[in-house]
């Protein structure tokens, strides 16, 4: 049993050992990501891959593919049918490539794999790999799974942490791939950086190094591997064999040292090689002296049967006794030369024959052997052509003249057809290489007619006995000769003049074809185009399609002429058909367009023309109308929007600015209200324009940058802004009143907020508002800005109006009045001590300043513990706040 036999039944023996452990789940899960991922990185050679191993391979198609990419080979056709018939036939056809390989497919038959059997898929892909990826693995005298883990144990031999003894657990902790990388790709992993305690990490950097530089696909799961106490066998030495054929390139090299172990053995050989060229040189030369003296004997011989005799002894020579000594030369020649070459590549000298031994010497001997040769055929061949010449010549006339005839027979019948009258072009032209093929045949034939003829004439020279026969059959043959010339020069003639007719139809009809086929696109997108709808929104619009219309029907009389022209192709090939009589097959090969058709179409097109024109009018005219209506809306909107807007600019300025009293501003902004509410008729008329305009459907207007919408805003804002405007002057009125105010400190307080109005709003933010403060003599604090914010802006927006301005200036001088009073108070009750109790103060003191201070004084102990006791400082804080201290 040889290796190879050897290394098939070990494969069948792994493979019938672990069948059954396929039915573990986690070895399944590993084997299908594997397998598949094996699989895809040859299938992408050929532009496609599988996503379910069982399922993608059911139909036997990307099985063969796999097959011809992994092999390099062609597999029989496959069945595109997709019937389970179909299926089993494919997967057949695999599955009889793999066992012409040499693999034995036990328990795996076409049907399991149809059916989607995964655990015969499987199967029969591990099959695949073993035969096509691991077989062929040899290391040291050992192959497959035996050499591929050889391998691994000598890459990773001065890993520590390494010690491959198997292809499933000695592969957990990933130090294993990551020492087979680093053995041959160093720059790629930092190996010393690896933990034996770390197999996730390992594991994920070996596998995402190998797929990212090493172009070998990622088929496995660090996660699987880890998780399972003993990983699938097939499937880490799937993945270990993609490193082993990664990586073979560079093991080639320590091959090298192995060669010089042969040179020993081929200087033996070429020795020996020297020993036989001598000793065949000597027995060649030494034949060819021997045979020499024999052919040079030019004794002739008195008899026929004399002469035969020798001409079968120099047979016998030439079939039994030279072919020998042919090889013979020829190998001593291939010897040399093969001897001269190895010493070439191993730098020796050259190999030197005795004397008299050189291969010019024996090609000397051998062409003096061959001149005796020929001299001696000759000799022979002559005295027997001498009494056999006559003879020879009569069986050699009979032989030829009955060829010529039998060739003969049937041709002059063949030339008188009259078939191709009724054949097509096609036909023609296979007739016409018919004829040619024949031409070349009668042309041939020629040198055959000649040399019968000449045959003749030489046995009437030699006076043979049977001539006037003779001459009478070579007559013959020479007339019918000629007949035959003249019949198919007439064919020829006929077979032309007819391919030129149809030719000349063909070419029509494919003319007819280029032309018909544009127009008949042509009319039919104008058809679609005439009676295609349309929706426009501008009188522009419309004009753009109402020229575009009428443009189009400045090209329809030079579209009728093309039609004309189409039709006239049409009319020409008729005439010829009636003129020559052709007989015609079928229709126009080239398209199915006809005449009639092209003139129902041309028909359709004319009479759609005048119904796109009243449609255009009509739809003109409205379009026309709806121009009035953006016109006339836009005419109001232009001149009631920039309205709206003075008068709110008017409002504004009336609130800001300081023109007269309290009650003058009142007067003036009531008459701008009247004003107002009098301009609602003109906004009642815009609305009915904006009703007649959504009625048109009119949804732009470029005549206008106001919107119904915007009007309708603006006009609402101007009614809110004239109102509450109004009502601010009179909360002003009222707190002028109710505080005392004077009109020239109202208009300073004006003055003041308008100077810390930045942005002209009539409201000022936080920071304006605290810039005013300080500039009236605030010293502020965070905390006193604060509860003063929450004074003026008690909704929190971060905004001051001037009410609540005027209310805060207004409150803080009646509260600075009441503080002086209650200081002066808490002195006299004081006296020399720096503290009063609380009670004691709040019983002195009126209802109005007991209120005010029990509003500004929180909760307070003064020194030594004393409830209830003020002292100077803190109690000044309190009621003055942080702009005292």
């Known amino acids: ?143 497959a799974k035996e050499g591929l883990l050889l391998w691994c144990q000598r890459k990773t031999a001065p890993y520590k942490n390494v010690n491959i003894q198997n292809f499933h657990i000695s592969w957990k902790d990933g130090l294993g791939f990551c020492a087979l990388i680093h053995r041959h790709r160093p720059e790629l ?16 950097t070996a596998f995402d190094v190998a797929e990212k530089y090493l172009d070998i696909p990622k088929m496995l799961d660090a996660e699987d591997i880890i998780s399972t106490l003993r990983p699938d066998e097939k499937a880490v030495m799937t993945y270990v064999s993609c490193y082993y054929h990664a990586f073979s390139g560079k093991q080639k090299a320590e091959t090298a040292a192995n060669r010089i172990c042969k040179v020993l ?24 002296r021997r045979t020499i003296p024999w052919l040079e004997n030019r004794l002739p011989e008195n008899t026929m049967q004399a002469m035969q005799q020798k001409l079968e002894d120099f047979r016998d020579y030439r079939r039994l006794h030279k072919p ?47 001149g005796a040769e020929k001299g001696y055929e000759e000799w022979l061949l002559n005295e027997i052509r001498r009494l056999e010449r006559l003879d020879h010549l009569a069986e050699k006339f009979r032989q030829k003249a009955a060829i010529h005839e039998a060739w003969t027979e049937g041709k002059e019948e063949m030339l008188q057809k009259h078939d191709f009258e009724t054949a097509s072009l096609s036909e023609i032209k296979a007739l016409l290489k018919k004829h040619e093929a024949f031409e070349s045949d009668l042309a041939a034939h020629q040198d055959r007619v000649e040399q019968i003829a000449a045959i003749a004439q030489e046995l009437n020279e030699l006076d043979y006995y049977d001539s006037p026969s003779v001459n009478a059959r070579c007559q013959r043959i020479c007339d019918q000769w000629d ?10 003639e006929a077979l032309q003049r007819t391919e030129k007719l149809l030719e000349t139809i063909d070419q029509l009809y494919l003319e007819f074809a280029k032309r018909a086929a ?31 219309h009428e443009q189009f029907k400045a090209t329809l009389p030079e579209a009728d002429k093309e039609r004309q022209a189409i039709l006239g192709i049409h009319n020409e090939i008729a005439k010829i058909v009636q003129t020559y009589h052709v007989n015609i097959a079928g229709s126009n090969p080239y398209t199915t367009i006809n005449p009639q058709e092209v003139n129902a179409k041309w028909d359709k097109v004319r009479q759609l023309v005048p119904q796109r024109d009243q449609a255009l009018i009509e739809e003109h005219a ?63 008329q815009l609305e009915g324009d904006h009703q007649l305009i959504q009625e048109a459907l009119i949804f732009d207007n470029k005549h206008t940058n106001y919107t119904m919408e915007h009007i309708r805003v603006g006009w609402e804002q101007l009614l809110t802004t004239i109102a509450r405007t109004i009502n601010e002057i009179e909360n002003q009125v009222l707190t002028r009143d109710a505080k005392g105010i004077s009109q020239e400190q109202l208009n300073e307080y004006r003055a003041s907020f308008n100077h810390f109005d930045r942005k002209k709003t009539g409201i000022m933010d936080a920071e304006d508002f605290k810039t005013c403060l300080i500039s009236v003599g605030y010293n502020l604090g965070e905390n006193e ?59 002195e003191l009126p209802p109005d300043q007991a209120e005010y201070c029990m509003a500004r004084m929180a909760p307070y102990t003064g020194p030594d513990g004393v409830p209830g006791a003020l002292d100077y400082m803190s109690f000044s804080t309190a009621l003055y706040g942080e702009s005292d201290l």
């Not at 992993?189 to 994920?204: C, G, Q, W």
């Not at 020996?272 to 060819?288: F, G, N, R, T, V």
């Not at 007949?483 to 020069?489: I, K, P, R």
């Not at 006299?828 to 709040?842: C, P, Q, S, T, W």
């Open 1 to 143: 049993m040889d290796e190879y036999e050897e290394e098939i039944v070990y494969m069948h023996q792994e493979d019938d050992w672990d069948r059954d452990l396929l039915l573990d789940p986690a070895w399944e899960k590993q084997q299908r990501k594997t397998f598949t991922a094996w699989c895809n990185s040859h299938l992408r050679k050929a532009g496609t891959q599988i996503e379910n191993i069982e399922e993608d391979f059911r139909d036997g198609l990307k099985l063969m593919l796999l097959l011809e990419v992994i092999s390099g080979e062609r597999l029989a056709k496959p069945e595109r049918g997709k019937m389970r018939v179909h299926k089993i036939s494919n997967v057949n056809k695999a599955l009889d490539f793999i066992a012409g390989k040499g693999v034995k497919l036990v328990s795996i038959g076409a049907e399991e794999i149809v059916d989607g059997n995964a655990k015969m898929t499987l199967g029969m892909i591990w099959t695949i790999i073993l035969r096509f990826a691991i077989q062929d693995i040899s290391v040291e005298e050992t192959s």
């Open 189 to 204: 992993i930092d190996y010393a950086k690896l933990r034996k305690d770390d197999p996730m990490t390992n594991l994920n």
């Open 265 to 288: 053995a081929v200087n033996q050989e070429n020795e020996q090689l020297m020993e036989d060229y001598e000793k065949l040189a000597s027995d060649l030369l030494e034949w060819i």
């Open 324 to 370: 020998p000594k042919v090889q013979e030369k020829c190998q001593l020649e291939i010897n040399f030369n093969t001897l001269q070459t190895k010493l070439r590549l191993s730098n020796r000298p050259a190999f030197m024959p005795s004397e008299g031994k050189m291969v010019s010497d024996i090609n000397n001997a051998w062409g003096n052997l061959e």
């Open 483 to 492: 007949a035959l010339g003249n019949l198919t020069q007439k064919r020829s």
């Open 518 to 548: 544009p127009f008949n696109n042509w009319m039919e997108g104008a058809m679609e185009d005439l009676q295609d709808t349309f929706i426009v929104h501008t009188i522009e619009e419309i004009q753009g399609l109402s020229t575009a």
């Open 622 to 684: 409205r379009q026309q109308n709806n121009e009035r209506l953006r016109r006339q809306f836009a005419n109001q909107a232009n001149v009631i929007g920039p309205w709206i807007q003075t008068k709110m600019e008017e409002i504004g300025r009336i609130s800001i600015e300081m023109h007269g009293t309290l009650e003058d501003q009142l007067t003036h902004l009531r008459q701008y209200e009247k004003s107002i509410v009098n301009y609602k008729p003109k906004i009642d």
């Open 785 to 843: 800005f604060s509860r003063i914010m929450s004074i003026v802006d008690p909704n929190r927006m971060g905004i001051v109006t001037f009410q609540g301005f005027i209310d805060f200036m207004s409150r803080e001088t009646t509260d600075t009045d009441t503080a002086d009073q209650v200081m002066a108070s808490f002195k006299v009750l004081a006296g020399d001590k720096n503290y009063i109790l609380a009670d004691e103060l709040l019983r």
